[in-house]
């Protein structure tokens, strides 16, 4: 199919740090894929980081959610979140909370590119404390 051809060699070459097939980066130790009920938020700066937290505040109107913060691997005002849910949720549906918290929009495009070529793996953030 010409779309996945295309799509394909688009994803190896693009984003610094999430680009490339999903289950390539998994392969590679640096990267950890979620369970159905988590989401990953990537935030890269203090900006970003208070956005988010006005939006979860909304998000928690609606849904019941645990969160655990930590600093990227490139430091603070980065950041990496994960969202646990009460319940599982496809992973279109979890790439529409993850962007509408305000997730890094190039990891959260190439994660839906990924989902669109049938990627097993579409939804990463990289491990904790390994450098790009």
Known sequence: MEYEAKSQTKIDGFGK???????DLLESGDFIAPKPNELFIDIDSQEEYEEFLVRLTEFRE??????????????????????????????????????????????????????????????????PGVKK
Do not use: W
């Open 62 to 127: 609606f849904f019941n959610v645990t969160t655990v913060e930590r600093p990227s691997c490139s430091g603070l005002p980065r950041r990496h979140v994960i969202v646990t849910l009460n319940h599982e949720f496809s992973v279109a549906e979890r790439l529409f909370m993850q962007t509408y918290l305000g997730s890094d929009p190039t990891k959260e495009l190439l994660s839906f590119v990924r989902l669109q070529i049938n990627d097993p793996s579409p939804i990463l953030l990289r491990k």
């Open 17 to 23: 740090d999430y680009g490339g097939l999903g289950s």
